[in-house]
């Protein structure tokens, strides 16, 4: 009696298993094509890995006085949507001077107290800087931090290649670095030596 029940038991789980499809033997049969439902050939789209480190935006800065007279960058934000109107603003948060948090990180400015920086002239991107304000200037190496200062600044903005700077309207001897005066078109590189430290 027990083996017939094992071997009812049997026949039936071997029926149930065929009713379900599921293969009681044999080897795997290949697939035509055409069976496959849509897209499952079709390897997945795969998207570029993103970028180990973010980039950078290209603020505008103000270059401040940092400790043993470096120029020092300070991103900022300006308004306006074309170059002079930009220009303006960032040259008025120059003539503004440090922020608080810029004071406290031990930035000056070396441009004098009342100065006014405003654009007289932008010419396939030489822009033109009138000073207006205070008679007196700066003197000796502070003369030249402050030069460096307003041109290091105005050319943060891309489309500012090279700057002209006029006292009330009038043509100005700007000196470079080395002290050497000119009337020449100024530009960053003019003043890259200002950006490092004295020799130790």
Do not use: F, H
Not at 15 to 43: F, K, N
């Amino acid at each position: 009696m027990k083996r017939t029940v094992r071997l009812l038991t049997a026949v039936l789980l071997a029926l149930v298993l065929a009713g379900c499809g599921v293969p009681t033997g044999g080897g795997p049969e290949a697939i035509a094509a055409s069976d496959v439902p849509y897209g499952l050939l079709t390897p997945p789209s795969t998207s570029p890995a993103p970028s180990s480190s973010p980039a950078q935006e290209d603020r505008p800065r103000v270059y401040l006085v940092g400790p043993d007279d470096v120029l020092a960058p300070s991103g900022r934000d300006v308004q306006g949507t074309g170059l002079r109107e930009r220009l303006d603003d960032l040259l008025g948060q120059l003539a503004d001077g440090p922020t608080a948090g810029e004071r406290d990180d031990e930035l000056t400015t070396a441009l004098p107290p009342g100065l006014r920086l405003s654009v007289a002239a932008v010419d396939e991107g030489t822009v033109t800087i009138d000073l207006t304000g205070p008679a007196e200037a700066p003197s000796g190496e502070q003369t030249r931090l402050a030069v460096g200062q307003i041109v290091l600044t105005a050319t943060s903005l891309p489309q500012a290649r090279a700057v002209l700077l006029t006292r009330d309207g009038e043509p100005l001897e700007a000196p470079l670095p080395t002290g050497e005066l000119t009337t020449e078109p100024l530009t960053a590189a003019d003043y890259e030596a200002l950006l490092t430290g004295p020799p130790s």
